[in-house]
C-alpha cells in the first residue's frame, strides 16, 4: 500500500529563516511520482514539482529546493529566506507512474507553515 | 498550464436536498477524472476515479449510492451528493489526467459545500 507520512503538523518560524519540511513515503511501486503542492487559504491547489522516482536530483527552483533520497524514501522540501506569502498548508504526495497505472495521488497530511513577520 | 474548472465554487443547501459539482477540463481532454474530499484542516482523501464512458471506481468506505458521479464526457465529470446533511460538509476538489507526453494530473479550484 501507498502511504505518506509528514511528520510535522505546524512549523512557525520568523520571517527569512529557513523552513524544511520533511516528507516519508512508502510504496511497493517501481515507478512512481512524488509531489509537493501548495494549499494558499483560498484553498486551490498549487503545483509545485513532480519527481520521477528514477530521477533522484535535487532541485532547486529560486527559493525553493528539493531534496529526494531513496534510500531513505524521503522527499523533504526546503525554503531558504521564507516569507511571509509562504504561509500555507503544504502537501507531499505520491502516486503510481505509467500510462496503465491509475494514477490515483496519495496525499500526506500536511504541513500548516506560518512565517511571521 | 491545462485548466480545469469546477462549478459551483460555493454552495450551501438544506439538508435532504441533492447537490451537483461539475469538473471540466477546458482545453484538453481527460482520460480520467478523480474526485477528493477535504474536511477542514485535513488532507485530501481520494474518493473515486472516473473513466469516461463507464462506471466509477470508489474508493473504500466511500458510498457510491450517495456520491454519483457520471463522467458522460472527456471534458466532463459531474458528482452529485444525493440527500445531503450536514457531514457532507466539505472541500470537493477534482483532478483530471491528461494522457499526453507528459501525463499529467490537474487539479481544480475546489467546491466548498455546507449543508445546513
Known amino acids: 500500500a501507498q502511504k505518506v507520512t509528514q511528520a510535522q503538523t505546524e512549523i512557525s518560524v520568523v520571517e527569512k529563516e529557513d523552513v524544511t519540511l520533511d516528507c516519508v513515503y512508502e510504496?511497493?511501486?517501481?515507478?512512481?511520482?512524488l509531489f509537493w503542492y501548495k494549499q494558499p487559504p483560498s484553498g486551490e491547489l498549487v503545483f509545485l514539482i513532480r519527481r520521477n522516482s528514477f530521477d533522484e536530483q535535487n532541485e532547486i527552483s529560486g527559493r525553493y529546493s528539493w531534496n529526494f533520497q531513496k534510500s531513505t524514501s524521503s522527499f523533504n522540501f526546503t525554503i531558504t529566506a521564507s516569507q511571509v506569502v509562504d504561509s500555507a498548508v503544504y502537501f507531499c504526495a505520491l502516486s503510481e507512474a505509467g500510462y496503465s497505472s491509475a494514477s490515483k495521488i496519495i496525499f500526506g497530511s500536511g504541513t500548516r507553515l506560518s512565517i511571521r513577520p | 498550464g491545462a485548466v480545469v474548472s469546477q462549478h459551483p465554487s460555493r454552495v450551501i443547501c438544506k439538508s435532504g436536498t441533492s447537490v451537483k459539482i461539475e469538473c471540466r477540463s477546458l482545453d484538453f481532454q481527460a482520460t480520467t477524472m478523480f474526485w477528493y474530499r477535504q474536511f477542514p484542516k485535513q488532507s485530501l482523501m481520494l474518493m473515486a476515479t472516473?473513466?469516461?464512458?463507464?462506471?466509477?471506481?470508489?474508493e473504500q468506505g466511500v458510498e457510491k449510492d450517495k456520491f454519483l458521479i457520471n463522467h458522460a464526457s472527456l471534458t466532463l465529470s459531474t458528482l452529485t451528493v444525493t440527500s445531503a446533511h450536514p457531514e457532507d460538509s466539505s472541500f470537493y476538489i477534482c483532478?483530471?489526467?491528461?494522457?499526453?507526453?507528459?501525463?499529467?494530473?490537474?487539479f481544480g479550484p475546489g467546491t466548498r459545500l455546507t449543508v445546513l
Open positions: 483532478s483530471a489526467r491528461w494522457g499526453g507526453p507528459t501525463d499529467t494530473q490537474y
Open positions: 472516473s473513466n469516461e464512458g463507464s462506471k466509477a471506481t470508489y
Open positions: 510504496t511497493r511501486d517501481t515507478t512512481y511520482y
